[in-house]
């Protein structure tokens, strides 16, 4: 970036030169201000807005997977519906639990969302409208995404409850568990586009990652699911065994918020998934640029949908399991074969890489990926058949030996 | 701070203050918090100040990873460790060593003082205005400063390789270490 003129976009930079052309010289610090103001402005909105949306939509679609009909009474297809439900959690009783500690059970919800908010400010929406320029912008998305997990602690303890204690204790080991095969797998984008920034990963994606390094998309896919504690991986609010997990005590307007930061992160992931897989907002033809991102995004948010509505929850244990005998190992694995692919076929010189270099990564990592699940698949099958055998309880006969 | 770049040293001095006080508050309120959670809470506080004054001296890398490790991996230990500590409700307790913790923290802090004060420390600014670097090097300089990822890479992979190699030997042995201490025998 340094040097060349770049063309002011809707970014920091663009909004803070619009004001400050438009203000004296001795105002600086106001246009300053006003930039930071109208970014935080629209990136609030344009995240709360979606994530209104995508409720109602989700809703709907899980109505259908599931043959039932989903909110529909408010407006035509019940597209009112998040309305509603914004009217109603306004209108709740906002109630702080006996003993809790109300600051930080108040400061929770938001730290909880804020983080989602951070994270999307560094995504390119398009080859000239991204928010924030930051060239660190992959260790940032990981950094701020692990702040989460302070949230989850917090909310968890200051309710003074133990199930949601409990709730907090297995998110925090879960979402710390997960983090690591998402990072290698990002590490992994690194390597291949050479940078860490959001940008230059779109850029230098001529070939689109998942077709690339397929391994890494499917890890970080499903760690980044995990991420999102949804099902199947929802145990952190598993509704049969604790209340709902850290949010138990939360009413009101910290319960929306809560909702919101849940219903915010497949947005998020799907775009993070779209910039660092599926090439950002590169596409073909007279289309704009935003167009493709939407539209990529957009795949990944049915996807990943998809995934909530198929699979049931899975347990504690085996939660982990997969966190750390397979997800983990096999990240090492994509992160040691892309590696040595680059400084193989990489141009000595240069370092650059070119499409057919890419094309031939493709080819490798997918014999790689199609071998691993193979034998990943074949391995966790023999155990499910050495499963030892259920013993009955002891208590089981109590009643009989009475008679 | 660095001239270049920053479009308004006022903006800067402004954050600069806001954020000292703020860490130096939030590290008082770790020392002096009853409540245990809290002063975890606050210890987190006082690592995002530190990442903020890295933002200002244009560290933005470690910035980001004094974020990762420190906010996102050591305060959670700390927070388990509290959580697996039996009486958390007491808050942590006081003992006869008072007096001299406060002397033993005053001498650092002395010490710390005097070597900011006495190191010339090679701030880009007053280089170039007082003459002492030359254009060319002060170019480079800035350069560096602009993409501090590669040059951080460098040095830790090549240069330091060692150093590297043996602390991360050293956490492995921790962690083996930690563990067999904690299995079931």
């Given at each position: 970036?340094?040097?060349?003129?770049?063309?002011?976009?809707?970014?920091?930079?663009?909004?803070?030169?619009?004001?400050?052309?438009?203000?004296?010289?001795?105002?600086?610090?106001?246009?300053?201000l006003?930039?930071g103001?109208?970014?935080?402005?629209?990136?609030?909105?344009?995240?709360?807005?979606?994530?209104a949306?995508y409720?109602?939509?989700?809703?709907?679609?899980?109505?259908?997977?599931?043959?039932?009909?989903?909110?529909?009474?408010?407006?035509?297809?019940?597209?009112?519906?998040?309305?509603a439900?914004?009217?109603?959690?306004?209108?709740k009783e906002?109630t702080v639990?006996?003993?809790?500690?109300r600051?930080?059970?108040?400061?929770?919800p938001?730290?909880f969302?804020?983080?989602?908010?951070?994270v999307?400010?560094l995504?390119p929406?398009?080859?000239?409208d991204?928010?924030?320029?930051?060239?660190?912008?992959?260790?940032?998305?990981?950094?701020?995404?692990?702040?989460?997990?302070?949230?989850?602690f917090?909310?968890?303890?200051?309710?003074?409850?133990?199930?949601?204690?409990f709730?907090?204790?297995?998110?925090?080991a879960?979402?710390?568990?997960?983090?690591?095969?998402?990072?290698?797998?990002?590490?992994?984008?690194?390597?291949a586009?050479?940078?860490?920034?959001?940008?230059?990963?779109v850029?230098?994606?001529?070939?689109p990652?998942?077709?690339v390094?397929?391994?890494?998309?499917f890890?970080?896919v499903?760690?980044a699911?995990?991420?999102?504690?949804r099902?199947p991986?929802?145990?952190?609010?598993?509704?049969?065994e604790?209340g709902?997990?850290?949010?138990?005590?939360?009413?009101?307007?910290k319960?929306?918020?809560?909702?919101?930061a849940?219903?915010m992160?497949?947005?998020?992931?799907?775009?993070?998934?779209?910039?660092?897989?599926?090439?950002?907002?590169?596409?073909?033809?007279?289309?704009?640029?935003?167009?493709?991102?939407?539209?990529?995004?957009l795949?990944?948010?049915?996807?990943?949908?998809?995934?909530?509505?198929?699979?049931?929850?899975?347990?504690?244990?085996?939660?982990?399991?997969f966190?750390?005998?397979g997800?983990?190992p096999?990240?090492?694995?994509?992160?040691?074969?892309?590696?040595?692919?680059?400084?193989?076929?990489?141009?000595?010189?240069t370092?650059?890489?070119?499409?057919?270099?890419?094309?031939?990564?493709?080819?490798?990592?997918?014999?790689?990926?199609g071998i691993?699940?193979l034998a990943?698949?074949?391995?966790?099958a023999?155990?499910?058949?050495?499963?030892?055998?259920?013993?009955?309880?002891?208590?089981?006969?109590?009643?009989?030996?009475a008679? | 701070?660095?001239g270049?770049?920053?479009e308004?040293?006022?903006?800067?001095?402004?954050i600069?203050?806001?954020?000292a006080?703020?860490?130096?508050?939030?590290?008082?309120a770790?020392?002096?918090?009853?409540?245990?959670f809290r002063?975890?809470?606050?210890l987190v506080?006082?690592?995002l100040g530190?990442?903020?004054?890295?933002?200002?001296?244009?560290?933005?890398f470690?910035?980001?990873v004094?974020?990762?490790?420190?906010?996102?991996a050591?305060s959670?230990?700390?927070?388990?460790a509290?959580?697996?500590?039996?009486?958390?409700?007491?808050?942590?307790?006081?003992?006869r060593?008072q007096?001299?913790?406060?002397i033993l923290?005053?001498?650092?802090?002395?010490?710390?003082?005097?070597?900011?004060?006495?190191?010339?420390?090679n701030?880009l600014?007053?280089a170039?205005?007082?003459?002492?670097l030359?254009?060319?090097?002060?170019t480079?300089?800035?350069e560096v400063f602009?993409?501090t990822v590669?040059?951080?890479?460098?040095?830790?992979i090549?240069?330091?390789?060692?150093?590297?190699?043996?602390?991360?030997v050293v956490?492995?042995?921790?962690?083996?270490?930690?563990?067999?201490?904690?299995?079931?025998?």
């Amino acid at each position: 970036m340094e040097g060349q003129a770049v063309k002011a976009g809707f970014d920091f930079l663009g909004i803070y030169g619009f004001f400050d052309g438009l203000m004296p010289e001795s105002l600086d610090w106001l246009a300053f201000l006003v930039a930071g103001f109208i970014l935080a402005f629209a990136i609030i909105n344009a995240l709360v807005v979606s994530t209104a949306v995508y409720t109602w939509f989700e809703r709907r679609a899980l109505g259908k997977f599931q043959s039932r009909l989903g909110p529909n009474r408010w407006g035509p297809f019940g597209l009112l519906q998040p309305i509603a439900d914004v009217v109603k959690f306004m209108s709740k009783e906002d109630t702080v639990p006996d003993g809790a500690d109300r600051q930080v059970f108040t400061l929770a919800p938001i730290v909880f969302v804020a983080t989602g908010f951070l994270v999307f400010a560094l995504i390119p929406l398009g080859s000239n409208d991204w928010l924030s320029r930051l060239n660190i912008g992959l260790v940032f998305i990981i950094a701020v995404t692990s702040v989460n997990t302070l949230a989850i602690f917090m909310a968890g303890w200051s309710s003074r409850n133990k199930y949601a204690m409990f709730g907090a204790m297995r998110g925090v080991a879960m979402l710390i568990s997960y983090e690591v095969p998402m990072a290698l797998a990002i590490a992994a984008v690194a390597l291949a586009s050479q940078s860490l920034s959001t940008y230059t990963v779109v850029t230098n994606q001529e070939v689109p990652f998942m077709l690339v390094m397929p391994l890494a998309f499917f890890i970080f896919v499903a760690a980044a699911s995990a991420e999102m504690s949804r099902t199947p991986f929802d145990l952190i609010e598993s509704e049969s065994e604790l209340g709902s997990g850290y949010h138990t005590e939360y009413s009101g307007m910290k319960f929306a918020l809560f909702q919101l930061a849940e219903f915010m992160a497949p947005i998020i992931v799907s775009c993070i998934v779209a910039t660092l897989f599926l090439s950002g907002w590169r596409g073909w033809g007279p289309i704009p640029g935003q167009v493709w991102f939407i539209l990529k995004a957009l795949v990944v948010l049915c996807a990943l949908l998809w995934f909530r509505a198929t699979w049931p929850r899975l347990r504690v244990d085996q939660i982990m399991e997969f966190a750390w005998k397979g997800l983990f190992p096999l990240s090492l694995l994509n992160l040691f074969a892309v590696a040595t692919e680059i400084q193989l076929l990489r141009d000595p010189v240069t370092g650059a890489l070119t499409d057919s270099d890419m094309w031939a990564m493709a080819a490798i990592n997918w014999a790689i990926t199609g071998i691993v699940f193979l034998a990943v698949s074949r391995m966790f099958a023999r155990k499910q058949l050495q499963r030892p055998l259920p013993k009955p309880s002891p208590l089981a006969n109590m009643g009989a030996e009475a008679e | 701070m660095l001239g270049e770049g920053t479009e308004s040293s006022v903006i800067t001095d402004v954050i600069f203050w806001v954020i000292a006080v703020g860490t130096i508050v939030a590290a008082i309120a770790v020392v002096q918090l009853r409540d245990l959670f809290r002063a975890a809470l606050f210890l987190v506080v006082a690592f995002l100040g530190a990442a903020g004054m890295f933002v200002l001296l244009r560290a933005e890398f470690i910035a980001v990873v004094q974020v990762l490790i420190y906010v996102g991996a050591i305060s959670v230990l700390i927070i388990f460790a509290i959580m697996t500590t039996r009486e958390v409700e007491q808050g942590s307790p006081y003992n006869r060593l008072q007096v001299p913790a406060l002397i033993l923290a005053g001498l650092f802090l002395a010490g710390v003082i005097f070597v900011i004060f006495s190191t010339e420390w090679n701030v880009l600014d007053t280089a170039i205005s007082g003459g002492r670097l030359a254009d060319e090097t002060a170019t480079k300089a800035s350069e560096v400063f602009a993409g501090t990822v590669p040059r951080i890479a460098g040095l830790l992979i090549r240069e330091y390789v060692l150093a590297f190699e043996v602390a991360s030997v050293v956490l492995l042995a921790a962690i083996i270490g930690a563990l067999s201490l904690m299995r079931e025998r």
